[in-house]
C-alpha cells in the first residue's frame, strides 16, 4: 500500500510526464472557462454589490477605495472558493483509484511547463531567424510591457525575464503548492494566480479592486519564491546567484519575482531589469544581477542575445528536473531506507 509521499511523487511525475508530451490543451483549458466566470463575478459585485455599499457610503464611512477593496475580496471569495470545495470534495468521494487519477490531471491542468517552453521558443525561434517583428509579437503575448518597437536586446531581455519569472508562477510554485496541500493546495495557488494576472494591475480600474488577488498571489508566491532562488542558484553560478537575490532581488516591484529573477540572472552571469514600456509610460526598473560579476567572469556587459535567452529556458529545465530527482529520491529512501 503506497502512503501519501508514494501518491504524492507518482502523482507528481506522471502530471509532468502529461504535460511535456501533451502541452497545454489549447480549446478546452478548464483556465480558460475560469476566466469566463472571473467576468462574470466580477460584473455581479460591480452591479451588485458595489451599488449597494455606495448607498451606504455616507453612514458607514466608506471611501470609494474601501468599497472597492469590498468588492474586490467578495468577487475574489465567490469566484474561488465554490470551485474550490467541489473539485476537492469531489475528489474526496472518489475511488482511491479514480481519485488519483483525477488528482493527476488537475496537477496536469495547473503546471504549465511545456506551455512556458513553448512561448520561449515561440521568441527565440524568430529571433535566431532575424524575424523581429514576428518576435516582439509572440513575446508581447507573456509580457505586459509594450513590445512594438523593441529592439532585439530588449525582446531578448523580456523574454528571459518571463521565462524565469514564470518558471516560478507556472512549474515551481504549483509543485510546492501541491506537495503542501495536494489538490486543494495547487488548486488554490492556481486560481489565486489566475485572478492576480487578471486584476492585479495597478491602474485606475484594477488598483483597489484587485488589492486581495495581488495581496493573495504575494503570500502564496512566498516561499515557493525562495525555492526558486535556490533552485536557479543550484543551476547555474550559485554564489552571483543567491548575492544578485539577496542584493538586488528585493529592490523589485514584486517582493517575489524580483529575487527570482535576480537569482536568475545571477546564475546566468547576465543583468535584467531597467527601462521599460509599460501602457506608454517609461518605467526605470532596478536593475537585477551585479554589473561587475557579469563584466569579470562571462563579459555580459555585451548586449543580450539569443543564446541567452536559451540559457534562461535550459535553467529552467534543469531546475525542474532538479525537483524531480529529490522527489524520486525521497520516494526511494522512504521504500528502501
Known amino acids: 500500500m503506497f502512503d501519501p509521499l508514494h501518491v504524492t511523487v507518482i502523482?507528481?511525475?506522471l502530471a509532468l510526464v502529461l504535460d511535456r508530451c501533451i502541452?497545454?490543451?489549447?480549446?478546452?483549458?478548464?483556465?480558460?472557462?475560469?476566466g469566463r466566470w472571473a467576468d462574470f463575478c466580477r460584473h455581479l459585485m460591480l452591479t451588485s454589490l458595489t451599488p449597494q455599499l455606495i448607498k451606504h457610503q455616507t453612514t458607514a464611512k466608506m471611501?470609494?477605495?474601501?468599497?472597492?477593496?469590498?468588492?474586490?475580496?467578495?468577487?475574489?471569495?465567490?469566484?474561488?472558493?465554490p470551485i474550490l470545495i467541489l473539485v476537492s470534495g469531489f475528489i474526496l468521494l472518489l475511488s482511491n483509484i479514480i481519485g488519483h487519477i483525477v488528482s493527476v490531471i488537475v496537477l496536469y491542468v495547473c503546471i504549465g511547463?511545456?506551455?512556458?517552453?513553448?512561448?520561449?521558443?515561440?521568441?527565440?525561434t524568430p529571433l535566431r531567424q532575424g524575424d523581429l517583428p514576428q518576435a516582439r509579437q509572440a513575446v508581447g503575448y507573456i509580457v505586459s510591457r509594450d513590445t512594438d518597437s523593441l529592439s532585439e536586446e530588449e525582446v531578448t531581455k523580456a523574454g528571459i525575464e518571463s521565462v524565469l519569472e514564470n518558471g516560478s508562477d507556472a512549474?515551481?510554485?504549483?509543485?510546492?503548492?501541491?506537495?503542501i496541500l495536494g489538490v486543494p493546495g495547487v488548486l488554490l495557488y492556481r486560481l489565486a494566480n489566475t485572478l492576480d494576472a487578471m486584476w492585479g494591475y495597478k491602474n485606475a480600474t484594477f488598483l483597489y479592486f484587485g488589492w486581495w488577488a495581488a495581496r493573495v498571489d504575494d503570500v502564496?508566491?512566498?516561499?515557493?519564491?525562495?525555492?526558486?532562488?535556490?533552485?536557479?542558484?543550484?543551476?547555474?553560478?550559485?554564489?552571483?546567484?543567491?548575492?544578485?537575490?539577496?542584493?538586488?532581488?528585493?529592490?523589485?516591484?514584486?517582493?517575489?519575482?524580483?529575487?527570482v529573477m535576480a537569482a536568475g540572472a545571477g546564475a546566468l552571469m547576465i543583468q535584467l531589469g531597467g527601462k521599460a514600456t509599460y501602457f506608454g509610460k517609461i518605467e526605470e526598473r532596478p536593475i537585477l544581477g551585479k554589473k561587475e560579476q557579469a563584466i569579470n567572469e562571462n563579459n555580459s556587459n555585451a548586449p543580450l542575445t539569443v543564446t541567452d535567452l536559451q540559457r534562461?529556458?535550459?535553467?529552467?529545465?534543469?531546475?525542474?528536473?532538479?525537483?524531480?530527482?529529490?522527489?524520486?529520491?525521497?520516494l526511494v529512501v522512504s521504500l528502501f531506507g
Open 23 to 34: 502541452g497545454e490543451p489549447a480549446s478546452w483549458h478548464p483556465l480558460i472557462l475560469f
Open 113 to 124: 511547463w511545456q506551455s512556458l517552453r513553448e512561448h520561449a521558443f515561440a521568441v527565440l
Open 171 to 179: 512549474i515551481f510554485a504549483p509543485i510546492f503548492w501541491f506537495f
Open 220 to 259: 502564496l508566491n512566498f516561499v515557493p519564491a525562495r525555492f526558486v532562488v535556490v533552485t536557479y542558484a543550484i543551476g547555474g553560478n550559485f554564489t552571483h546567484a543567491i548575492k544578485a537575490a539577496k542584493e538586488t532581488g528585493f529592490n523589485w516591484k514584486s517582493p517575489n519575482a524580483g529575487p
Open 11 to 13: 502523482t507528481l511525475v
Open 312 to 330: 534562461a529556458i535550459t535553467l529552467v529545465d534543469r531546475g525542474v528536473w532538479l525537483w524531480i530527482a529529490v522527489s524520486v529520491a525521497a
Open 63 to 81: 471611501s470609494n477605495s474601501k468599497i472597492d477593496r469590498i468588492t474586490g475580496l467578495v468577487a475574489w471569495s465567490i469566484t474561488v472558493l
